[in-house]
């Protein structure tokens, strides 16, 4: 299992260039390398009552990926898989609170993938 926290990063805007609301200064992103079966956790995603967030991530097609958002409170907010586009969940804080996401590699072979979280 890996987990990351975000400080800074740079903008991966091919994956949310369809996100005309989210601005640059707020884009974290990442790009790794997951095996077959393993997970990423990406922590500390801290949001404002009424906020809107956005995450994006794009497999290279060789697995498919399972993307979960949850709160602090380990209630799944949204969820969705991909194998061959870009999976995206937006959601609303309607608290300021923590969130988390979790990308799984559900298939046999090791895949690259980007990720890229707006809010």
């Not at 299992?1 to 975000?6: P, Q």
């Not at 996100?19 to 992103?29: D, G, K």
């Not at 801290?46 to 991530?57: D, K, L, N, T």
């Not at 923590?98 to 046999?108: A, E, K, S, T």
Request: include cysteine; charge should be negative.
């Amino acid at each position: 299992m890996k987990i990351r926290s975000f400080a800074t990063a740079a903008v991966f805007a091919s994956l949310l260039a369809g996100s005309a609301a989210m601005h640059a200064e707020n884009t974290v992103s990442d790009h790794d390398v997951l095996t077959p079966g393993a997970h990423m956790t990406y922590s500390n995603i801290s949001m404002a009552g009424g906020q809107q967030g956005a995450v994006a991530v794009k497999g290279d097609g060789s697995s498919s990926l399972h993307v979960g958002l949850y709160d602090y409170n380990d209630n799944l907010i949204a969820q969705t898989t991909c194998r061959f586009s870009t999976c995206v969940l937006t959601w609303v804080a309607y608290r300021n609170a923590d969130f988390y996401v979790v990308v799984d590699n559900l298939g046999n072979s090791s895949t690259d993938y980007g990720f890229a979280v707006s809010r």
